[in-house]
Antibody, heavy 121, light 110 residues
């Protein structure tokens, strides 16, 4: 069974860079039909797509975050990563990684459990 | 910027039927947006319910169904149960690898 697990610091200082990794187990990150994505959810608010990456390194980003986001993939380690720079308190959220089915259609079919990242000094 | 709209809240009695909708701030939703639906209970990760408008994900009970109603995507729960008390989010695919989440609907079953 496919599993995704987020990891990284739970506390980041304002103006610094948030870095998270999503480790994929029970399947290969090089599966051709899938992208891999990051989604976040501020406390008490809705879900927001951050961006997606293909195993080749091709990426798509939310236009509202594009200037601050980098998503990368490490195929030997079967994981992908998120970097969000110049963070503020507004970036405090639960960050989820997910598998993105993209074959004409596009939807999220497997989700990690999420990790809370708090931006505070 | 395109906004995906959902009812902020809805209420249904146990055993009742409820239809949640997913629209666009400008324009109509069609199957070309490949609507998908996700259920989330407090403190949990989202669970994928439906994709490509009306295809149920594995393990999703058949009381959940998806459709296009008028100019919106719709998620209908027929015979609501207590465990359906959750937040529901739709996603529309805008093309070029960009999905957009709706603001979510808080469904209360009581």
């Amino acid at each position: 069974q496919l599993q995704l697990q987020e990891s990284g610091p739970g506390l980041v200082k304002p103006s610094e860079t948030l870095s998270l990794t999503c480790t994929v187990s029970g399947g290969s990150i090089t599966s051709s039909a899938y992208y891999w994505g990051w989604i976040r959810q501020p406390p008490g608010k809705g879900l927001e797509w951050i961006g997606s990456v293909y195993y080749s390194g091709n990426t798509y980003y939310n236009p509202s975050l594009k200037s601050r986001v980098t998503i990368s993939v490490d195929t030997p380690k079967n994981h992908f990563s998120l970097k969000l720079n110049s963070v503020t308190a507004a970036d405090t959220a639960v960050y989820y990684c997910a598998r993105v089915m993209w074959f004409g259609e596009l939807f999220f079919d497997f989700w990690g459990q999420g990790t809370l990242v708090t931006v505070s000094s | 910027q395109t906004v995906v709209t959902q009812e902020p809240s809805f209420s249904v009695s146990p055993g009742g039927t409820v239809t949640l909708t997913c629209g666009l701030s400008s324009g109509s939703v069609s199957t070309n947006y490949y609507p998908s639906w996700y259920q989330q209970t407090p403190g949990q990760a989202p669970r994928t319910l439906m994709y490509s408008t009306k295809i149920r994900s594995s393990g999703v009970p058949d009381r959940f169904s998806g459709s296009i109603l008028g100019n919106k995507a719709a998620l209908t729960i027929t015979g609501a149960q207590a465990e359906d008390d959750s937040d529901y989010y739709c996603v529309l695919y805008m093309g070029s690898g960009v999905p957009v989440f709706g603001g979510g609907t808080k469904l209360t079953v009581l």
